[in-house]
């Protein structure tokens, strides 16, 4: 049953796609169509490089940090996401990638700050310590 249902998600999604590139293309004509289309497409595979450039360094910077592995996932995960809405045709996948790389924050709470074993010295011109004069 759950199969169906998101078989028939997928059909409503594909239809409401093609409906939007027919509306698309009445407004501002075939071929500019087509070249938006491209550009997404090139936009897309754009923006799943770039994530795939840094998903390790992400996930490695989260373990040495302490931080939620969830949240790194979610940082780069976002682009692919995205990349791959922008692969697909049609104004409303492209809507929907373009509102999660602008609203992508996970809710909840900032995580903490790193802990660090020492104190971080101050942010002035004087540094402390013990000197003798050598004449």
Known sequence: MRLGGVAIIAVGFLALEIVGMAWVAGKI??????????????????????????????????????????????????????????????PFSDLLAVLILLFSGLPGKSPPPPRTSRSSPPQDDVIEGEFRRED
């Open 29 to 90: 004509g075939l071929l500019q169509m087509f070249l938006g289309l491209l550009l997404d497409l090139l936009a897309g595979v754009a923006l799943i490089r770039v994530a795939g450039a840094g998903f390790l360094s992400e996930l490695l910077q989260a373990a040495i940090r302490g931080g939620d592995p969830l949240r790194a996932l979610w940082s780069v995960g976002r682009w692919f996401v995205a990349g791959i809405l922008l692969i697909l045709p049609g």
